[in-house]
């Protein structure tokens, strides 16, 4: 199949390599529009660009960034919203300018206008040059949860008792995790010109697995990946173990 997928021994080794990716993505083309994930399996290969921007490898400045998705209900500056997530993991540390970069709007409780006001701002900037993805245990991209359709454009989701267990580490409690989410759907992941996935950990694998050599189906939303013509994959041992 089409998807690359490389090896890497643990965590750090995931996030030097993802870091390389990004990098060379944009010193190639210092206006790149990156697609960006949330999640703790970025946090390495966030620390690494920033380092690398300090020493001046790499330059942030003219690229802008759209990420994948926001809780609903929850305003920017909130300390749990995606917003405030991606500026203290990464934006702060790099020379990006704050205004190229988008994430949905969760506090817009007007679904229809959140959704078609970030399509259309994805639309227009051409789609992601790179997209970043994370995978969750369910399979899912984004906020994608499994379901019998592929969703297309950015949606609003309720978020499935296992993500919100998931994501509750990051929470004081389970009861504080919004029960809904605001996503893009797979129409801009799939439209940009080069997909890269990072996984690491056992509890990762039969996702993994399911990404790679399942079926193209939208109970693992992230098969459809599949279907992409430059998807790299860079997992660690264990998150590989199942394939
Ligand atoms: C979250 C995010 C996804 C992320 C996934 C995995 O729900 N919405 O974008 O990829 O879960 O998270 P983690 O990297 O923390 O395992």
Redesign the pocket.
């Known amino acids: 199949d089409a998807m690359r997928i490389i090896r890497t021994t643990d965590y750090d080794d995931m996030s030097r390599k993802a870091a390389n990716v990004i990098s060379a993505q944009v010193i190639l083309k210092p206006t790149s529009v990156l697609g960006l994930?949330?999640?703790?399996?970025?946090l390495g290969a966030y620390r690494q660009l920033a380092r690398w921007c300090e020493r001046g490898d790499v330059d942030f400045s003219q690229v802008s960034t759209y990420n994948?998705?926001e809780y609903r209900g929850l305003s920017h500056e909130d300390v749990q919203s995606?917003h405030h997530f991606m500026r203290v993991n990464f934006f702060d540390h790099v020379n990006i300018d704050l205004a190229n970069t988008h994430v949905p709007d969760g506090s817009n409780p007007n679904v229809r206008a959140a959704c078609a006001a970030y399509d259309h701002m994805v639309a227009a900037a051409g789609y992601p040059d790179l997209q970043l993805?994370?995978?969750?245990?369910n399979g899912?991209?984004?906020?994608n949860e499994p379901d019998s359709v592929f969703s297309k454009g950015t949606h609003l989701v309720n978020?499935t008792e296992s993500?919100i267990k998931?994501?509750s580490r990051?929470f004081d409690s389970p009861d504080d995790v919004p029960r809904q989410?605001y996503?893009m759907g797979v129409q801009a992941i799939m439209y940009a010109r080069g997909v890269l996935v990072?996984?690491?950990?056992r509890?990762?694998a039969k996702a993994v697995r399911g990404m790679c050599l399942g079926p193209v189906d939208p109970q693992c939303p992230a098969s459809i990946l599949q279907l992409h013509t430059n998807c790299v994959v860079i997992a660690d041992e264990a998150a590989l173990s199942l394939c």
């Open positions: 994930a949330t999640g703790t399996t970025p994948l998705d995606y993805l994370g995978i969750g245990r899912h991209i984004g906020f978020l993500t998931a994501n990051l989410a996503t990072i996984a690491s950990g509890d990762k």
